[in-house]
């Protein structure tokens, strides 16, 4: 058996390796307590919102009452609404959520209150209607952003409530002209809920 292990290792790197390789590492951090964000939802101080264009979700959890979980909660400035994705087989890892993003807009929008825009950007990580339901929910904990096309970075979050910042860096990488760029967030690994396998974001802005 020994004389074949290193055969088998070549045999299993081609696998492994190209998943890790070039990728860019991003940890977020949490910004703005739980507490202090939803005592005043309106006033975020540090973003332009979610002006997205064809925005759309891989699933999403049916609605419950008047209760509904669709990617319209991740911008509505409400903590209590979330987009939870509506994998049934389990904890929605490989789910997503994808948008045009037009950043000359961005650009635009911040000279126009006299901010220097940086690409920084926002998440409630978990359904943060309340500490309680958070807890029972899933909350990503490991997020791959797909930059046109191309896997551009894997952002590690905190297992926290509040406003996470993810300082992305892809303006710097652009070429000019800058126009609309395609986005798709990925869900890799999840931090379990203590109840639900559903896993939820209640917000995304900058």
Same mark, same amino acid.
Not at 40 to 56: I, R, S, T, W
Not at 160 to 179: I, K, S, Y
């Given at each position: ?12 790197? #081609? ?9 860019? $590492? ?13 005592? /005043? ?29 669709? #990617? $319209? ?5 409400? #903590? ?8 049934? *087989?389990? /904890?929605?890892?490989? $789910? ?8 000359? *807009? ?37 997020? *791959? ?21 993810? #300082? ?39």
């Amino acid at each position: 058996m020994t004389r074949f292990l290193p055969l088998i290792l070549i045999l299993l790197l #081609p696998a492994t390796l190209p998943a890790q390789s070039g990728l860019k $590492e991003i940890r977020a951090y949490v910004s703005r307590p739980w507490d202090d964000f939803t005592g /005043d939802p309106e006033m975020h101080g540090c973003c332009q919102g979610f002006n997205v264009q064809n925005l759309a979700v891989s699933s999403q959890l049916s609605s419950q009452g008047k209760i509904t979980y669709g #990617p $319209e909660n991740l911008g509505d400035n409400n #903590p209590v609404s979330a987009w939870v994705e509506g994998d049934a *087989r389990g /904890d929605g890892i490989g $789910e997503f959520i994808e948008f045009d993003y037009a950043f000359d *807009r961005a650009f635009e929008q911040a000279a126009e209150g006299g901010d220097k825009y940086e690409d920084e950007w926002y998440i409630l990580n978990g359904y943060q209607k309340s500490p309680r339901i958070w807890q029972e929910n899933n909350r990503i904990k490991t997020l *791959r952003v797909v930059l046109n096309g191309q896997d551009y970075c894997r952002v590690h979050l905190s297992d926290e409530m509040g406003v996470q910042t993810m #300082p992305l860096g892809f303006l710097a990488e652009q070429d000019q002209p800058r126009g609309v760029l395609h986005f798709r967030l990925v869900i890799e690994e999840v931090y379990p809920g203590s109840k639900y396998h559903d896993t939820a974001i209640s917000e995304l802005f900058w």
